[in-house]
């Protein structure tokens, strides 16, 4: 699943990051689990500027390499010899585990087990990586560069691209020390998309299997 429309999916499925990381974090906002502080004050600053377009590299290349081995590779291999369910299952399984940290909730965990089940999803309704890789890309970017909040438990200890946030509610609410993804709504917003692009995918099945008259 490396092939298809490349750059323009990437592209594409970037634009879907950011806005998607926008609209978590403003619901996590709109919760009452954030209070808004000084905004834009990153382009006050030439060299935090330059240090976030470094890291939009990185995250790039972070998520293609991700995506390749999980999505790419491992899912690839798992759905060739049993099928695409137990695929699934066993690279989010994999994935999830990989990603342990020492103490680390169960609510973190579960979440990135349902990331990886929307990533598979998405990249097996696609026919290849590229959408979910550059939707990968943008959205770990701007948690990490846009509200001073931490991203996957990393901080980048720069000023907010956009709006600087402190965590004003539960942990459950806010993830804590690992950030919006740890919040039970990221894990919500998982399992909706999933469950949406599975139902997309069934629906196409039947109308290509029972074409409308």
């Known amino acids: 699943m490396t092939g298809?429309?490349?750059?323009?999916a990437f592209l594409r499925g970037h634009a879907l990051g950011l806005a998607t990381s926008c609209a978590l974090v403003a619901a996590i906002w709109g919760a009452g689990g954030y209070a808004v502080g000084s905004v834009g004050k990153a382009f006050g600053s030439v060299s935090a500027l330059l240090s976030m377009g470094f890291l939009l590299l990185c995250f790039a290349v972070q998520s293609s390499v991700e995506e390749l081995l999980y999505r790419g590779w491992l899912l690839s291999v798992i759905?060739?010899?049993?099928?695409r369910a137990i695929a699934v299952a066993l690279t989010s399984l994999v994935f999830s585990l990989l990603h342990v940290g020492p103490g680390q909730p169960w609510l973190v965990t579960l979440g990135?087990?349902?990331?990886?089940?929307?990533?598979?999803?998405?990249?097996?309704?696609?026919?290849h990586i590229w959408g979910v890789?550059?939707?990968?890309?943008?959205?770990?970017w701007l948690l990490a560069i846009g509200f001073e909040v931490p991203v996957t438990g990393l901080e980048v200890k720069l000023p907010a691209l956009l709006v600087k946030l402190t965590p004003a509610g539960p942990a459950?609410?806010?993830?804590g020390a690992q950030g919006p993804e740890g919040s039970f709504l990221c894990s919500l917003f998982f399992a909706g998309a999933s469950a949406f692009l599975l139902w997309r995918s069934r629906r196409n099945h039947a109308d290509q299997v029972n074409p409308a008259p």
């Open 4 to 8: 298809g429309p490349g750059g323009r």
């Open 79 to 83: 759905a060739r010899k049993f099928n």
């Open 112 to 127: 990135t087990f349902l990331f990886s089940l929307f990533a598979c999803t998405w990249a097996l309704r696609a026919g």
């Open 133 to 140: 890789t550059g939707w990968h890309a943008g959205w770990n």
């Open 172 to 175: 459950f609410l806010t993830g």
